[in-house]
């Protein structure tokens, strides 16, 4: 590995309520939000208030229409219907309800039939657009968060984690209640700031793609040194993060995985 | 290059008999499978009762005591739940017992489950330390003829489910499916070819396979929508999702390591009494 590898920085600052962001490094990033059907997680509202693009795929803007007023119940549902409206919602149409649909439509939000196209996912679909639409012209500032893509069938979560290594150019965040992961890519080198109050400790790398001969870490209470991992052999699961700055090094496209505290407080 | 393999490849059947009423499995006269259920610490699915019933051993992994404990009453809202919880005492609890409540715990230890709480090795998890015990604990079983159900190997943290998928690799050469309420996962091992018996009253359509864990050069299929004819699947590039099985026989051919995913139609009825 060349050691002088680009580094990529990484640091989940979305997770935190609106009054502790002040990260200036890294740089500040346009982020997108895509919703896929499966249950909101409990932060799902603090997320949509830092995306500038906010995309359904089919069945995820039941999710929104269900699930965000679910989110406030002391509030009146039809006001935080309004209140979190996607711009776009998009794929094969054939989960999202008939009356989601002509609510979002009477207000306007753009609903894209892609049943024609049955070889991508609804993920893929809308992360290629989100990566063509966004307001941002610089690629490496956009980070699309995703949310519903792990748990579920099992066909359907390994689909979403590939889209993440097809599109190993992008920042592309999956996020459950219980962890995120998003894709190191073997070009660069990575730095990831820990954001403590809504991350950690419990934290993995897993070659999930091919293997890796040698990888390095720094940070890690079990780092890696040099180190392969292949599955069959040793992956790196339930590690501890011991500082706020985690480096990693390798040959191999890694998911880097770590685990949500909870609550997140909006 | 694939054909010299099919030629020297031995062929692995496959079929997911344990998803039919025990009554339906004997009736049939199959070759009989022995199985084995490990239950980790997720809700259980619902047909967990059917998975038990089949079971020749069951163990649980630490907490997932406490899903036996709460979860199978639930599935018999109609009965005495005492009675429940005393019919579905695991042979073996095995773990750290950090997970486990005390209640369940001193329950099913005063009926006569074995507790097995040692502090091992760190290196490897509560998934692992189960498949080594019953392949050591086992040694009068044909081990060829064995089958070790897992539940709750799925969802909850990444990492764990990451490190639960490992475990089919490391073990590779023996039969272990994890099973959700929604689908089942096994690992088809590169030594072998396939032939996946599909039981299609309780499974399909939507099936995938998956080359978790390093690429395939030549995966060759039959029985599916989308079959693949030495295709290479890789992460980054083509892996084969949202498939659907066509026939009752699927068979699968490849250079590589794959994990099969294949969905399941609920209910699964169990035809049980309690």
Redesign the interface.
Known sequence: MAPEMEVMSHASTFLLPHEHQHQPDPPALTYALIVLNQRLPRFAPLLWNRAQLRVCADGGANRVYDGMPELFPDQNPEEVRLRYTPDVIKGDLDSIRDDVKDFYLNLGVRVVDESHDQDT?DLHKCVAYVSNSAPVEDKSKLCILVVGA???????E??N??VL??F?NLRIVLL?D??L?HLLPKTHSHMIHVQLPVEGP???L??????SARTSTTGLQWNLSDTAM????L?S???VVKEDKITVSSDA?L?W?I?IKKPIQE | MVSRLVQNMKVMKHAATFLLPPSVVSATNRSAQTYALVVLNQQIPKFTPLLWSHAKLRICADGGANRIFDGVPKLFPDQNQLNIQHRYIPNVIKGDMDSIRPEVHKFYAELGSEIIDKSENQDTNDLHKCISFIREQTPAWDHSNLCILVTGALGGRFDHEAANLNVLYVFSDMRIVFLSDDCQIRLLARTHQHEIHIQSTVEGPHCGLFPIGGPSVSTTTTGLTWDLCNSEMRFGSMISTSNKVREEKVTVCSDADLLWTISLKTPIHMGLTC
């Open positions: 996912t792990l748990g579920g069938r099992f066909d359907h390994i689909g984690i590939n290594h097809r190993s459950s219980d962890c992961i419990h934290c993995g897993i070659p999930i793609g091919a293997p292949s599955f069959g052999g992956i699961t339930s590690n496209d998911i995985t685990s």
